[in-house]
């Protein structure tokens, strides 16, 4: 989609620091990380948010978490992580493209705040 930003990263478009690619994911370090590992894993088609997961694209969002397992173990995360999606206004979105942050590397609290 022209003018969303993850849709001009997965492109080349505009720069990041590849995690990992496959044919449906495109995952890049988060610019302003959260967390010593930041990740963000995209789908390779414009999703607007988890609202709009139908059943027409939700196998992208299962080849997403496909590859959260292989991020998980390419960067050697056997302490655990965390994979935060969030959707819209109150849940924080702020690239309506829809992502999932994977996190690592701290100990994590709950709940998140
Ligand atoms: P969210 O707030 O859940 O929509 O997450 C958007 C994320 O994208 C934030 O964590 C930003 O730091 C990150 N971000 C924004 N622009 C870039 C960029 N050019 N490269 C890498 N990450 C980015
Ligand atoms: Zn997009």
């Known amino acids: ?4 930003l993850f849709c001009k990263i997965i492109k080349g478009e505009i720069p990041s620091t590849k ?9 890049f370090l ?6 010593p590992f930041h990740a963000v894993i995209v789908p390779k088609i414009h999703i607007k948010s988890a609202d709009e997961i139908n059943t027409e694209n939700s196998m992208y969002i299962a080849k997403i ?12 995360l056997e302490n655990g992580y965390r994979v935060v999606n969030n959707c819209g206004a109150d849940g924080g979105q ?17 709940p998140p705040g």
């Open 1 to 4: 989609m022209q003018n969303c």
């Open 19 to 27: 995690v990992y690619e496959d044919e449906f994911v495109y995952a």
């Open 30 to 35: 988060d610019i302003e990380p959260q967390a």
């Open 65 to 76: 978490f496909e590859a959260v397992a292989k991020i998980a173990k390419q960067e050697n």
């Open 94 to 110: 702020t690239v309506g493209h829809i992502h999932f942050h994977l996190l690592a590397r701290r100990n994590l609290q709950w």
